[in-house]
C-alpha cells in the first residue's frame, strides 16, 4: 500500500513564494512518475508539472518559469517550488503518483492561496 503526504501549504501575498513537498511511503520505485495537480472550485483537477519516471519535467504554460518540480528518489519524496505566486494560482494542490496502467495514487491535498 502507498501512502503520499503533503505538506507546505498556506497564505502567501501576490508575488510570493510557496514550497510544496510530497512524500511517498510503502511500494514506490523510481520509474514511478511523480508530480502534482491542482484544483479550482468547481473545477476538475488539472495538471501542473510531472517528473517522469524518465526524468524529464513537464510543466503547463501557466506555470512555466515560475514553478520548479525536483525529485529526491532515496526518500520518494517530490517537492514543488512555487515563485512569483499569482492570485489565479489559488487553488488545492495535490501529488500524485503514477504507477502505470492508468492507476496511481493521491495526496489528501493541500490549500495554497495567494492573496494580499
Known amino acids: 500500500q502507498v501512502q503520499l503526504v503533503e505538506s507546505g501549504g498556506g497564505l502567501v501575498q501576490p508575488g510570493g513564494s510557496l514550497q510544496l513537498s510530497c512524500a511517498a511511503s510503502?511500494?514506490?520505485?523510481?520509474?514511478?512518475?511523480m508530480g502534482w495537480y491542482r484544483q479550482f472550485p468547481g473545477k476538475q483537477r488539472e495538471l501542473v508539472a510531472m517528473?517522469?519516471?524518465?526524468?524529464?519535467?513537464i510543466y503547463v504554460d501557466p506555470v512555466k518559469g515560475r514553478f520548479t518540480i525536483s525529485r529526491e528518489f532515496t526518500n520518494n519524496t517530490v517537492f514543488l517550488q512555487m515563485n512569483s505566486l499569482k492570485q489565479e494560482d489559488t487553488a488545492v494542490y495535490y501529488c500524485?503518483?503514477?504507477?502505470?496502467?492508468?492507476?496511481?495514487?493521491w495526496g489528501q491535498g493541500t490549500q495554497v492561496t495567494v492573496s494580499s
Open positions: 500524485f503518483l503514477d504507477i502505470g496502467g492508468g492507476d496511481g495514487y
Open positions: 510503502g511500494s514506490v520505485f523510481s520509474s514511478y512518475a
Open positions: 517528473f517522469t519516471g524518465g526524468g524529464r519535467t
